[in-house]
């Protein structure tokens, strides 16, 4: 009798790990599927209140452009994180955004790519271009498909970072 409870003793044992070990799998994968949703998922859009005034007017540039046009000098500047709030950068014939250390505008965010998107100007405007983000650039709440000319005022939101441009 000794020699049969042994037997099942040890055979509750290794259907108890069994189980142990198809739970841990579970686990595992259930983690992975969380973390790649919160990965794709696009960043909640922000909008900031109409009466805060955030930054300071560019300079005037120091150079025209050709053709007699003055160019605007526009600049982007930081309304969220809270932490970054009023950084300003400014806006140069083309610059890219992103985590990349050879980016204009660095931004330290994990939903920001390495590349995210590039500002270029076009017959004398401002245009935005996301270039192939994993969470996209939004503009005005609006998530950019295609380039976007962009003005003065409007909010760009690149990861958790909101920009307002600004002179």
């Not at 998107?117 to 996301?130: I, P, T, V």
């Not at 295609?146 to 003005?151: D, I, K, N, T, V």
Request: with cysteine; glycine share 10%; aromatic share 6%.
């Amino acid at each position: 009798m000794g020699l049969l409870a042994t037997s099942l003793d040890n055979q509750n044992l290794l259907r108890a790990l069994e189980i142990g070990v198809v739970a841990l799998i579970w686990l595992f994968f259930f983690r992975v599927i969380r973390a790649v949703w919160v990965e794709v998922r696009p960043p909640k859009v922000r909008t900031a209140p109409a009466d805060v005034q955030v930054g300071l007017p560019a300079p005037p540039a120091a150079v025209a452009p050709p053709r007699g046009r003055r160019r605007q000098g526009l600049r982007l500047t930081v309304v969220e994180p809270e932490a970054q709030k009023g950084e300003s950068f400014d806006l140069a014939d083309e610059i890219t955004i992103g985590r990349a250390p050879g980016c204009g505008v660095r931004v330290e965010d994990a939903y920001t790519s390495n590349i995210h998107a590039r500002l270029f100007r076009r017959d004398g405007s401002l245009w935005l271009e996301d270039l192939g983000s994993t969470n996209g650039t939004w503009v005005n709440g609006g998530r950019v498909i295609e380039p976007a000319r962009l003005s003065r005022g409007d909010l760009l939101q690149v990861g958790g970072t909101v920009f307002e441009v600004t002179r």
